[in-house]
Antibody, heavy 121, light 113 residues
Framework: QVQLQESGPGLVKPSQTLSLTCAVS??????????WSWIRQPPGEGLEWIGY???????NYNPSLKSRLTISLDTSQNQFSLKLSSLTAADTAVYYC?????????????WGQGTLVTVSS | DIVMTQSPDSLAVSLGERATINCKSS????????????LAWYQQKPGQPPKLLIS???TRESWVPDRFSGSGSGTDFTLTISSLQAEDVAVYYC?????????FGGGTKVEIK
């Protein structure tokens, strides 16, 4: 079955850029009908959708983050990535990657295990 | 943006009793062409990612026990656990997948009384 695994630095300094990667197994990130999303959850809080990239490479970002955000595909490594710039403490969260499909709509299944990112000097 | 409002924030229910969680969307999430509600429920246990529980407002995933049910219409939806078990202790989230930005409710924490 499809599995996703996030990786990246656990600690990033304020004003820097966060780079995370989501490795995908059992399906190609460029196979039709798949949407690849990033979602985050501040400690003890709820869930916020960050954005998705389609199998074709087109993207849709949450307007609240759009000016700081880039999501890209790396088909050679079968993964997709997130870059979030100008970090502040408010960006401290567990970051998840997840899949949606064109058949199933933009619900998320499965999810990766998540990676905690702390923004602190 | 479609705002999802869940209630209550938390509830404590005795084992074997019913738990009911409400979710209200700020606008319709009914897709007219398919006549389906683009509303999902997730279960999140401590230290784990959310797990898809119910989609299309009422369709259980294959792994979900039948004590879980989803219902609703218009802009009001409900997740019901008919007979709470110890393993159901979790935070439950609703999510609209009708239109981006995709949005979640604030979550409801279910505990044992």
């Amino acid at each position: 079955q499809v599995q996703l695994q996030e990786s990246g630095p656990g600690l990033v300094k304020p004003s820097q850029t966060l780079s995370l990667t989501c490795a995908v197994s059992s399906v190609s990130v460029s196979s039709g009908g798949n949407y690849w999303s990033w979602i985050r959850q501040p400690p003890g809080e709820g869930l916020e959708w960050i954005g998705y990239i389609l199998y074709s490479g087109s993207t849709n970002y949450n307007p609240s983050l759009k000016s700081r955000l880039t999501i890209s595909l790396d088909t050679s490594q079968n993964q997709f990535s997130l870059k979030l710039s100008s970090l502040t403490a408010a960006d401290t969260a567990v970051y998840y990657c997840a899949r949606s499909t064109s058949v199933g709509g933009w619900k998320f299944d499965p999810w990766g295990q998540g990676t905690l990112v702390t923004v602190s000097s | 943006d479609i705002v999802m409002t869940q209630s209550p924030d938390s509830l404590a229910v005795s084992l074997g009793e019913r738990a009911t969680i409400n979710c209200k969307s700020s606008q319709s999430v009914l897709h007219s062409s398919s006549n389906r509600y683009y509303l999902a429920w997730y279960q999140q246990k401590p230290g784990q990612p959310p797990k898809l529980l119910i989609s299309w407002a009422s369709t259980r995933e294959s792994w979900v026990p039948d004590r879980f049910s989803g219902s609703g219409s218009g802009t009001d939806f409900t997740l019901t656990i008919s007979s709470l078990q110890a393993e159901d202790v979790a935070v439950y989230y609703c999510q609209q997948y009708y239109s981006p930005p995709l949005t979640f409710g604030g979550g409801t924490k279910v505990e044992i009384k």
